[in-house]
């Protein structure tokens, strides 16, 4: 079968198109038959030093979700099964490839209606972005500060916040991107590579009332400074290359709170199901801007890691 084969930690020239030999269900498993992989930005850490959640050591194939076809199943998997389509975890390596193999309940079913591209959009972006909402609570009347508000996650949570009635104060990276976010008509846009870019967030609606923070590093903490108290802080990534600074102990005398969810697997698996059927009903719509075919992960990677990308970025793979 065709794959990417990630042959030693690097840039993205390391990703390099493969043949692999075709997997087998064993018994317990399933055969999943990939039409779309997804890309995250941790993936794009791990390919450079090894650095994230995923373990494993070179040679390997990465990609940790994708969207497929179910294509056989091993010994005490119900045949039914065959055909349906499904996306699913791969426990962090092998999605970079047309066929995967996986644990009979790692799939999780495509719900009537929603094109599958859009489901693997959905399965980890959406679930992380329903989670973080779930933990901060926004109400209405809540001012919420979303950065890496054009990202995957961020896209997602900012339909969230603005669902629930709160006021949304989007913040990204660069013109394009803040674009991007500005044709979604949010109510508060702002360029975070600007030096006075909290100066504008305070003079458009004061503190804020929620930060979440997928950027990290320095943009982390000058969000945290626009916290009124009694204020919430959640971290979800670090574009900007280090998880967010902020001392547990700054933050009770600022009356802030740091919020950590640890969702378990059963809780995860039913956060993905609630993410594809806020997808399928239209109440959760996934911007997928980039699109490459599998043989050039090496550029999705290169993108993502020049800042390039907005929204969600896939591979075609069938």
């Known amino acids: 079968m065709r794959a990417v084969w990630l042959r030693e930690f690097g840039g ?3 990703l390099v198109p493969g043949a692999a030999p075709d997997p087998e269900p064993g018994p317990g ?10 890309i995250t930005f941790v993936e794009t850490m791990f390919r450079a030093t090894g650095f994230g959640p995923f373990t ?9 979700g994708v969207g497929g076809t179910i294509a056989a199943v091993g010994p005490g998997v119900d045949p039914a099964l065959v055909g349906r389509l499904v996306v699913t975890a791969t426990g962090g390596t092998g999605g970079y490839a047309e066929r995967v193999v996986v644990d009979r309940d790692a799939p999780v ?3 009537q209606g929603l094109p599958l591209d859009q489901a693997v959009a959905v399965m980890a972006d959406g679930r992380t972005a329903l989670m973080l909402a779930r933990a901060a609570d926004p109400r209405p009347g809540d001012r919420v500060l979303v950065e ?3 990202g995957g996650v961020g896209t997602l949570l900012t339909q969230l916040v603005a669902r629930a009635g709160a006021t949304v104060v989007a913040a990204a990276g660069g013109p394009a991107k803040v674009a991007v976010l500005r044709a979604a008509t949010l109510d508060v846009v702002v360029d975070y590579r600007e030096p006075d870019w909290t100066d504008r967030v305070r003079a458009a609606v004061g503190a804020v009332d929620v930060v979440f923070d997928g950027v990290g590093g320095t943009i982390a903490r000058e969000a945290f400074d626009l ?10 990534g670090l574009a900007g290359g280090t998880w967010a600074d902020v001392p547990a102990d700054l933050a009770a005398a600022r009356r802030v ?19 594809l059927a806020l997808a399928a009903a239209g109440r959760l719509r996934p911007l997928i801007a980039q699109r490459f075919p599998l043989e050039r992960a090496a550029d999705a990677h290169a993108a993502m890691a020049a800042r390039a990308t907005v929204g ?5 793979v069938a």
């Open 29 to 38: 498993q399933i055969l999943v038959a990939v039409a779309h992989a997804n």
């Open 312 to 316: 969600k970025t896939l591979l075609d």
């Open 148 to 150: 890496a508000a054009a």
């Open 12 to 14: 993205p020239e390391v």
């Open 56 to 64: 494993g050591d070179p040679p390997l194939i990465p990609g940790n």
């Open 109 to 111: 079913p495509v719900p």
């Open 257 to 275: 709170t740091l919020l950590r969810p640890h969702p378990r697997p059963d809780e995860l698996r039913a956060l993905t199901e609630e993410a």
């Open 227 to 236: 916290l009124d108290p009694g204020g919430r802080m959640l971290s979800f």
